[in-house]
């Protein structure tokens, strides 16, 4: 349906909200879709009025698929996978996975 990153319009846009800003919010497949972010969905956000996790509930979207929890270094206190699951969201984290995302995503670590 749609594809983002981080950065990908300018220095303050987040994968997801790249993404779910490239549909119509009453695509009908929405409430059916599977989200999938490498980074855990952030639930604080400095530089937007709404965090990915409040877009992906404005969306419809019901399933969510990420890899890697949201480091403290990044913002602290993260919940968005707490948040999503507790609005009754599909929420699957491949935590197997989140060593290849940290490889992929060294300069936020760094
Ligand atoms: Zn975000």
């Known amino acids: 349906m749609a594809e983002g990153y981080s950065r990908e319009t300018d220095v303050h846009v987040h994968a997801e909200e790249s993404a779910l800003g490239?549909?119509?919010a009453d695509d009908t497949r929405l409430p059916t879709a599977t989200i999938y972010s490498s980074l855990e969905p952030?639930?604080?956000r400095k530089s937007r009025p709404n965090s990915c996790t409040e877009l992906i509930l404005r969306s419809g979207i019901r399933?969510?698929?990420f890899a890697w929890r949201?480091?403290?270094?990044l913002v602290q206190g993260c919940r968005g996978?707490?948040?999503l699951a507790e609005a009754g969201i599909s929420v699957?984290?491949?935590?197997d996975m989140a060593t290849s995302v940290q490889e992929?995503?060294?300069?936020?670590?760094?």
């Open 92 to 95: 699957l984290e491949y935590g």
């Open 81 to 83: 996978a707490e948040t």
């Open 70 to 73: 949201e480091p403290d270094l």
């Open 22 to 24: 490239k549909l119509s």
């Open 42 to 44: 952030c639930t604080i």
């Open 63 to 65: 399933r969510v698929v």
């Open 104 to 110: 992929i995503n060294g300069h936020l670590l760094a």
